[in-house]
């Protein structure tokens, strides 16, 4: 059994086509086949179901596809140890990130990663914090930037803080409200909002503050990309709070201080073992230890998203 054989298996998964992974891994696809065709002879078990119209892994191929994974993985992680060993940094750096982070210049830090270890490549992943959090804890993200409530941490990773923010109004240039250089909740509580999904911690963040002023809303407008929300606002279909820091970068809308605003934490977070070579020199780049005190259990009604 050969990595390259797991390689091809892994590509036709992914491809659904022998044809499509061929052209992935730059080979002819007779070559591809052949190699499979040996492997399964050695597992004694077909991988895929092959018809005219499309191929599907067998119940052994589904099985073996994981483990096919994580031998790569393994490999990839041993070759990685090695060059770190003699003072060169390889391998994969998967990151993830929320659109808003506001703590870290992001690009530039990946710019500074790149300059000093050329060899390792990058791969970037951008969604909501809880869904990133998870990646990391499950190992498919090395680290991850994430923005929750302040009284909230992350689950089942390691964690470092890296700034809070208060949340500032957010509105069309031609809103009522555009003008005011303040406004407090009460005030936004009579507006419709455009906010991300219910049970996510940057609508939480939101959502409790207006609890806790004894204060309810209406959100007229659910919309789970960041990029969006602000298009929506810009375009009057409502207001929203979000961080200023992300809001600086956008067009067409306006802020507004809020005296009573939430805030948010942003936070770097990655895995508590098993940290590779990639990504301990990512963490040294921003002074952080691998291995600080580990990170709490979020409060169960706030699962850790965020914008």
């Known amino acids: 059994m050969e990595l390259q054989q797991m390689r091809y298996v892994i590509a036709v998964a992914e491809a659904n086509s022998f044809t499509r992974a061929a052209q992935r891994c730059l080979v002819v696809q007779s070559a591809l086949s052949h190699q499979i065709a040996r492997l399964e002879k050695e597992l004694g078990a077909r991988l895929f179901e092959r018809t005219s119209r499309r191929v599907r892994l067998t119940p052994a191929g589904a099985a073996f596809l994981p483990v096919a994974r994580q031998c790569l ?42 300059r000093r270890h050329p060899k390792a490549r990058i791969s970037i992943d951008v969604g909501a914090s809880d869904e990133l959090v998870e990646q990391v804890r499950q190992g498919e993200l090395d680290v991850a930037f994430i923005g929750i409530p302040v009284t909230a941490r992350p689950r089942g990773v390691m964690a470092r803080e890296l700034a809070r923010e208060r949340l500032v109004a957010v509105v069309s240039r031609d809103h009522p409200l555009a003008g005011e250089t303040s406004v407090d909740l009460r005030r936004l509580s009579a507006e419709e909002f455009v906010d991300l999904p219910a049970k996510t911690a940057g609508r939480a963040q939101s959502d409790l503050a207006f609890v806790a002023a004894g204060l309810t809303r209406e959100v007229a407008f659910e919309v789970s990309n960041a990029d969006y929300l602000a298009r929506l606002v810009g375009a009057g279909l409502g207001v929203a709070l979000a961080p200023r820091a992300y809001l600086a970068t956008l067009t067409g809308i306006t802020t507004i201080e809020v005296t009573d605003a939430p805030s948010r934490a942003e936070h770097l977070v990655w895995g508590r073992e098993n940290i590779g070579p990639a990504a301990t020199a990512f963490l040294e780049l921003l002074d952080i230890e691998p291995s600080p005190q580990k990170a709490g259990p979020l409060p169960a009604a706030v699962p850790g998203t965020d914008r």
Not at 76 to 91: D, I, K, L, Q, W
């Open 73 to 114: 993985d393994a490999a990839e992680r041993a070759a990685a140890e090695v060059a770190a060993a003699v003072g060169e940094v390889r391998g994969r750096l998967a990151v993830g990130l929320i659109p808003s982070v506001g703590a870290v210049d992001v690009p530039a830090v990946l710019r500074d990663f790149h």
